[in-house]
């Protein structure tokens, strides 16, 4: 792999796409392994996204499978991730296992062309982005979410409709636009995150 193709990394919802149609999807991208996030690999109403399932579907298509929902996964049951009910993402991101799963995240693109996917089809309501690339921004890494038309959205893109989604708008005087898109990450990171069930 050359080293322009190394610093690219993709993103995937799942959503209710059909196998043969989320194949096409990575196939467009020419995807050589996936990295699942998500923190519980099933899915009750596609299972075709169930673990097992999607591997063996992965295998066949010449798509290596990781499983790193343990490590990069939205569901932490750590109480010192918590914050007000819900998970912090900040928190979850000062972790040693989190740390470990982004380690093996970039070793891992050394040798494949890698998309993250989790089940949502929007990035900007995933934690794919406002937990995983979010942390991995300010790396030398060109992010590019995949969308369900087979279109790429720069995560610049994406950090610009998070600010719209969060209620703010781009730098004023006072407030330059890196410092927008961070506010806008943890307020919309903060309504979307997981509650955990106590």
């Known amino acids: 792999m050359s080293e322009t193709e190394c610093s690219i990394l993709f993103t995937i919802g799942h959503s209710t796409h059909p196998t043969e149609d989320f194949l096409r999807l990575l196939h467009q991208h020419r995807i050589t392994a996936l990295c699942d996030v998500r923190s519980a690999p099933y899915s009750r109403y596609n299972p075709q996204f169930n673990k097992e399932t999607l591997a063996a579907v992965l295998d066949e298509a010449g798509i290596?499978?990781?499983y790193l929902g343990r490590e990069l996964g939205a569901m932490v049951e750590d109480p010192s991730c918590w914050e007000n009910g819900r998970v912090s993402y900040p928190k979850v991101a000062e972790t040693e296992l989190f740390r470990a799963g982004l380690d093996r995240l970039r070793e891992g693109m050394r040798r494949y062309r890698i998309t993250?996917?989790?089940?949502?089809?929007?990035p900007i309501s995933c934690h794919r982005m406002m937990l995983v690339t979010r942390n991995l921004r300010h790396e030398e890494l060109d992010i590019q979410h995949i969308r369900a038309d087979g279109t790429l959205e720069p995560n610049a893109a994406a950090e610009r409709r998070l600010?719209?989604?969060a209620g703010l708008s781009?730098?004023?005087l006072f407030q330059d636009e890196a410092e927008m898109v961070e506010e806008a990450y943890l307020k919309v990171g903060k309504r979307n995150a997981w509650k955990p069930d106590r």
């Open 64 to 66: 290596a499978y990781v």
């Open 116 to 122: 993250l996917m989790c089940a949502e089809r929007d």
């Open 163 to 165: 600010l719209e989604a």
């Open 170 to 172: 781009p730098g004023t």
